[in-house]
């Protein structure tokens, strides 16, 4: 098997898994659509984040999107420490596989799960307002984008969970390293707001560059960080995998 081929093996095991089991898909919806429907409003009507002229709601869809897909794909270690557990792993790591196509494989199989969540929430944004670009390839873009961006942190989620053994421990560790990325990123505020730390954390934080390519793919149109985005989530994913990779012969111990 080539590199390649693993992945899309893994990937198609994650499609058939959703197509047996689909609750998890609808359940994980609620809270990014109480955020738009809730959160945006409210704060738009104060008026008090300077969006350039881009309405609140649709300038936190981006925003919304990619921290839905990282809390899917923080949390998709889980599914690593069941296999674990139920014996799975090792019967993996007994085939020809090398170990790196199989974290790079689990790790992508969760941005399944992270582009049917985009197909969820985009419909229900449009629903209450919110105006995305009506062009197919932007659209397409920002998929690609929220599928590949999924992966890093998903192999983030298999190092953790080659180092927390218990399930209870993984899920605290996974919302540690979210809810600071996430508030310290241009999800909810452009970063002209911020005090100078939150600055310079932003400039290093993979979930700035994720949501600025997917608010440019999908609201603003302007693509000119678009390169320079795109080159930054790949240097973060590549990153992860081979962290991940490294750490993954602990997770069976």
């Known amino acids: 098997m080539t590199p390649l081929r693993d992945v899309v093996v893994m990937v198609e095991l994650e499609l058939r898994r959703i197509r047996h089991d689909r609750a998890e898909l609808y359940t994980r919806a609620v809270q990014p659509v109480l955020?738009?429907?809730?959160?945006?409003p409210v704060m738009g009507a104060l008026r008090a984040i300077p969006t350039g002229?881009?309405?609140?709601?649709?300038?936190?869809?981006?925003?919304?999107?990619?921290?839905?897909?990282?809390?899917?794909?923080?949390?998709?270690g889980l599914t690593v420490i069941w296999e674990r557990e139920s014996g799975i792993l090792k019967k993996l790591l007994v085939t020809p596989l090398p170990r790196s196509s199989i974290?790079?494989?689990?790790?992508?199989?969760?941005?399944?799960?992270?582009?049917?969540?985009?197909?969820?929430?985009?419909p229900i944004a449009m629903l209450i307002g919110v105006r995305i670009i009506p062009n197919p390839l932007y659209f397409l873009g920002a998929l690609a984008i929220i599928f590949l961006a999924s992966g890093g942190?998903?192999?983030?989620?298999?190092?953790?969970?080659?180092?927390?053994?218990?399930?209870?421990?993984?899920?605290?560790?996974?919302?540690?390293?979210?809810?600071p990325l996430f508030f310290a990123s241009n999800a909810l505020y452009p970063v002209e707001m911020m005090p100078p730390i939150l600055k310079a954390l932003s400039s290093v934080n993979p979930l700035s560059y994720i949501v600025d390519a997917v608010r440019s793919l999908l609201i603003t149109g302007d693509l000119a960080q678009l390169p320079m985005d795109i080159v930054a989530i790949a240097i973060f994913d590549i990153a992860m995998f081979i962290i991940a990779s490294i750490s993954f012969k602990r997770i069976i111990k």
């Open 35 to 40: 955020w738009l429907v809730v959160f945006g």
């Open 53 to 76: 002229g881009i309405p609140y709601t649709d300038f936190i869809t981006p925003g919304i999107i990619v921290q839905s897909m990282a809390f899917i794909s923080i949390f998709f």
């Open 103 to 122: 974290v790079i494989g689990r790790s992508m199989s969760s941005g399944v799960r992270s582009t049917f969540q985009m197909l969820i929430i985009v």
């Open 153 to 179: 942190f998903a192999a983030i989620s298999v190092f953790i969970a080659s180092i927390m053994k218990s399930r209870e421990r993984f899920m605290g560790i996974g919302q540690a390293i979210i809810m």
